[in-house]
C-alpha cells in the first residue's frame, strides 16, 4: 500500500483529503505544522507528499527544498497563492505539481494516482536500466548495445576485445587466469593459446586506461592472471 504524507494546518481540509484518499486505498498520515511535517517527511519513507505552502514553524518552500535534496518521491504543493511567479518558485525549489486551492478533492486525488503511476514508470525504467549497464568509475558498457563509454566518451572495441572486457567486468575482484580467459571468451577449440589474452588485455588497456602502464581497471596479478578492481 502506498503511503502518503499530507503537510497540512487547516483540519477540516487535511480530513476530506485524508479520507478521500485512504477509501482510494492508500494509507495516509498528517502534520499540521511544518516543522513536524519535515521531521517526518525526512525522517520517515513515504510514496508521495502533498504539501501545503503557507504553514506554522517551517513553510512549504523550505520543507520541499530539504527534502528535495535527500529524496526524489513526488510532492504536490499545493496553495492559495494564484500568482506565477509562486508556481514557478514552488516547481523551482523540486515540486512536481502545484495545486491553487480551491479545487475538488476528486483532483487531487487523481493527480496522486497520476504521479505515483509516473515515478513507478521512471523508477522502473531505472531499475532496468542499471541492469543493462555497468558503471564502474568512469567506465560505463552499455550491453544492449554493446558499447563502451569511458568519461561518456565511446571506446570502439572488437567482439572479443568487448567480450573479455564484460566478462572481467561481470565477475569483478575476481582472478583469472589466462587459461580461464582463454577458455571462456574463445574456447579452447580456437586457434591460437592463452598468449591471445595477453595481447587483448594491453588491447583493452590501450582504449580504457588513462595511462595503460599504471591500469586502474584491469590488473596484472603476478603469476596468477588478471582481474578488473571496483
Known amino acids: ?32 505544522s511544518g516543522d513536524i511535517g519535515l521531521q517526518k517527511a525526512l525522517e520517515q519513507e513515504y510514496d508521495l507528499i502533498i504539501l501545503d505552502l503557507m504553514l506554522p514553524k517551517t513553510d512549504g518552500y523550505e520543507i520541499c527544498k530539504k527534502v528535495r535534496q535527500v529524496k526524489n518521491i513526488p510532492i504536490l ?26 479545487f475538488s478533492v476528486g483532483e487531487l486525488v487523481a493527480r496522486v494516482k497520476a504521479h505515483l503511476a509516473r515515478y513507478d514508470r521512471l523508477t522502473s525504467d531505472n531499475r532496468m536500466k542499471q541492469r543493462d549497464e555497468i558503471h ?17 566518451t565511446e571506446v570502439l572495441l572488437t567482439s572479443k576485445e568487448y567480450d573479455l ?24 577449440d580456437s586457434l591460437g593459446d592463452n598468449a591471445t589474452v595477453t595481447v587483448y588485455i594491453s588491447k583493452l588497456r590501450e582504449k580504457i586506461e588513462a595511462n595503460p602502464s599504471k591500469p586502474q581497471y584491469i590488473e596484472t596479478i603476478w603469476g596468477v592472471g588478471y582481474r578488473l578492481n571496483v
Do not use: C
Request: net charge negative; aromatic share 10%; glycine share 6%.
Open 165 to 188: 572486457l564484460l566478462f572481467l567486468a561481470t565477475h569483478p575482484n575476481r582472478v583469472f587466469s589466462k587459461d580461464e580467459l582463454f577458455e571462456r571468451i574463445w574456447g579452447w
Open 77 to 102: 504543493m499545493i496553495s492559495a497563492k494564484k500568482e506565477d511567479i509562486d508556481k514557478i518558485h514552488g516547481l523551482g525549489l523540486g515540486a512536481d505539481d502545484y495545486i491553487t486551492k480551491p
Open 136 to 152: 564502474l568509475r568512469g567506465l560505463r558498457i552499455d550491453k544492449l548495445s554493446r558499447k563502451v563509454f569511458v568519461n561518456e
Open 1 to 32: 500500500m502506498k503511503r502518503i504524507l499530507i503537510i497540512e494546518d487547516e483540519q477540516v481540509i487535511v480530513e476530506v483529503q485524508k479520507d478521500y484518499l485512504e477509501a482510494s486505498g492508500f494509507a495516509v498520515e498528517i502534520a499540521t
